[in-house]
């Protein structure tokens, strides 16, 4: 998977603002989270894991 730089968010606004989240991964398809400035997590559609799998 590549990481589009776009996609990259803090925890802290993910925590904050989890709507914000949702809807870059509805656009873009991915969201990296970041904990402590280095990809922790990443949300995906749930759709997008099942084919993956």
Avoid at 18 to 43: E, H, Q
Wanted: no cysteine.
């Amino acid at each position: 998977m590549q990481i589009n730089l776009e996609n990259l968010v803090p925890i802290s606004e993910a925590n904050q603002n989890f709507s914000k989240v949702a809807r870059m991964v509805d656009s873009k398809g991915t969201a990296v989270i970041l904990k402590n400035n280095k990809p922790k997590y990443v949300l995906v559609e749930y759709d997008t894991l099942i084919k993956n799998e």
